[in-house]
C-alpha cells in the first residue's frame, strides 16, 4: 500500500547544526497490520511518521500511496489522499473542547464532503457504540476524561473509513487501564487496516506490534515481523472498523 524509496530528510541543511533526520529509508507497508515504529526521542520517528501522513516532506526520495507516485512534495496531491484515505489520533486528542463529541467527529464527515444528517448520524452512532462512547454524544469534549478523549479522537478518525490510520504516541498521556483500553481498541482496528503507531515504550511494541521497525539517528536499525501477545483485557470486538457505506463524491 505504501512504498518509501532512499528518503532523506534534513533539519538545518549545510549548516553546522544539520541534522540528518531521516537517512536513506526504504520501506514497503501492506494493507493491514499494527506496525511501530519504536524509538528514543531524536530517533525520526515522528518526523518519518509526518512524512508517511503526508504533514512534513523530505529532501530527496520518493512515497508511493497505491496508485499514487510522489517524488516531490505536491500539497494539493497530498491534501487528497490524507481526506480520503488517512486518519489521525494524537499523543493530545486535538479535539475541539467546546463541541460536543459528536461535533466533533461530524466535522471530519463535512471535510470529506458528508453532509446529510441521516448518513452522518448513521456512521457516528456506529463508531461510538463499537469504542463504548455512545452515551457521550451530547457530551462536550472539556467533560471527558482523557481516556475518553482519546477514544472519541479514535472515532473520529475512523468515522470517515480510512484506509490508513497514523497514530502519534497515543498513549502517551494515559494511566496504564486506559493505556491498554486504548491499545486493545488499535490493534482491533489493525485487524482490518494499517495502523502505524509511534511510541518509545518497547513494552507497547512487543505487547501489540504485528511489525516492529526501530530507528536511531534517522535511520532503521531493526525490522522485525511479530507475533504480539496481547492484551488479557480485551474488552471490545475484534471488528472495529466502519461497514461500508455509500460513497459520497
Request: charged share 25%.
Amino acid at each position: 500500500m505504501i512504498k518509501l524509496t532512499n528518503l532523506h530528510k534534513y533539519f538545518n541543511k549545510n549548516r553546522t547544526n544539520e541534522i540528518h533526520v531521516i537517512n536513506d529509508i526504504n520501506l514497503e507497508l501492506l494493507s493491514k497490520g499494527l506496525v511501530i515504529l519504536l524509538g528514543p526521542s531524536g530517533s525520526g520517528k515522528t518526523t518519518l511518521l509526518n512524512v508517511l501522513g503526508g504533514l512534513d516532506k523530505v529532501n530527496t526520495g520518493s512515497i508511493a500511496f497505491e496508485e499514487s507516485i510522489m517524488e516531490k512534495y505536491k500539497p494539493n496531491q497530498w491534501d487528497q489522499i490524507r481526506n480520503e484515505n488517512i486518519g489521525y489520533i494524537f499523543q493530545n486528542y486535538n479535539l475541539i473542547h467546546e463541541l460536543s463529541v459528536y461535533e466533533n467527529i461530524s466535522i471530519t464527515l463535512n471535510m470529506v464532503g458528508i453532509y446529510e444528517d441521516e448518513e452522518i448520524n448513521k456512521r457516528i452512532t456506529y463508531i461510538l457504540e463499537q469504542i463504548g462512547m455512545e452515551k457521550y454524544k451530547r457530551r462536550k469534549a472539556s467533560q471527558l476524561s482523557g481516556g475518553q478523549q482519546q477514544r472519541v479522537a479514535i472515532a473520529r478518525a475512523l468515522a470517515k473509513n480510512p484506509k490508513v490510520i497514523i497514530a502519534d504516541e497515543p498513549t502517551g498521556n494515559l494511566d496504564s487501564k486506559n493505556t491498554y483500553d486504548i491499545m486493545n481498541i488499535i490493534k482491533s482496528i489493525s485487524t482490518e487496516k494499517l495502523v502505524v503507531l509511534v511510541t518509545h515504550e518497547r513494552q507497547l511494541a512487543t505487547q501489540y506490534g504485528d511489525r516492529i521497525i526501530e530507528l536511531k539517528d534517522g535511520q532503521i536499525i531493526t525490522d522485525i515481523n511479530h507475533v504480539s501477545t496481547g492484551s488479557e483485557e480485551v474488552t471490545f470486538e475484534s471488528d472495529i472498523y466502519l461497514k461500508e457505506y455509500t460513497k459520497y463524491a
